[in-house]
């Protein structure tokens, strides 16, 4: 992949990497690249920016900026501040980033779990009056719902754990499934023993 980089007068080198790649991954997750990169400039900046400044900064639209901007207040990134003396609005992130990424694991979840139950769950209220559709159908419906609603269960039980205990399980990565017994050599084990 070839990087591109347009150089601005307003953002030192590292600042500017950092709203590109965050923009880029941003397109991945589905989020727009303008969100993503005002999110990260927000993110990266030691002060509240006004739109102004931000369309200055990243080149954009001011319409966009506060389209962008509207998205991000929805997702609770950012906050409006004010400055005294200035009719400006504005905008600051969330620094804590164990916060930031509760805020939008909380989102993801309302946005994209939570309809997929509901979804499920009318597919298999249907499904027990309907005749046509066999039992193994029903099973399926059932067998999908209780994992999502599993997923989502372990999803929120995550999210409110304190951040200390969250932060703690971070770092052990692979020790918490070694200590529930399993490694990727086991894993691969049992894959080949039941095939």
């Known amino acids: ?3 591109i980089t347009v150089k601005t007068d307003t953002l030192p080198p590292a600042v500017e990497r950092f709203v590109v790649a ?5 397109a991945v997750w589905g989020v727009n ?13 030691d002060r509240a920016l006004s739109a102004e400044e931000i369309a200055e900064r990243l080149k954009l ?12 207040m929805s997702w609770s990134l950012i906050r409006r501040v004010s400055a005294l003396g200035d009719r400006r609005d504005f905008y600051e992130a969330e620094a804590d980033v164990f916060e930031m990424v509760r805020r939008i694991a909380a989102n993801r ?4 779990i939570d309809p997929a139950i509901a ?3 009318q597919c298999l209220a249907a499904a027990e009056g309907d005749a046509q559709v066999s039992n193994q159908v029903r099973q399926r419906f059932k067998t999908m719902l209780d994992f999502t609603e599993g997923v989502a269960r372990s999803f929120d039980e995550v999210l ?4 200390p205990v969250l932060s703690k399980l971070i770092k052990m990565g692979g020790a918490v499934a070694r200590l529930a017994g399993f490694s990727a ?8 023993a039941d095939d």
């Not at 965050?22 to 941003?26: A, R, T």
């Not at 969100?35 to 993110?43: E, F, K, M, T, W």
């Not at 050599?185 to 080949?192: E, F, H, L, T, V």
């Open 1 to 3: 992949m070839t990087e």
């Open 22 to 26: 965050w923009g880029e991954m941003g």
């Open 33 to 45: 690249r303008s969100v993503s990169q005002i999110h990260a400039l927000l993110y990266i900046s």
């Open 61 to 72: 639209a001011r319409s966009n900026v506060s389209t962008s901007l509207r998205e991000l």
């Open 109 to 112: 979840k309302a946005r994209e």
């Open 119 to 121: 979804a499920l769950r």
């Open 160 to 163: 409110h754990l304190p951040t």
């Open 185 to 192: 050599g086991r894993r691969a084990k049992r894959s080949d």
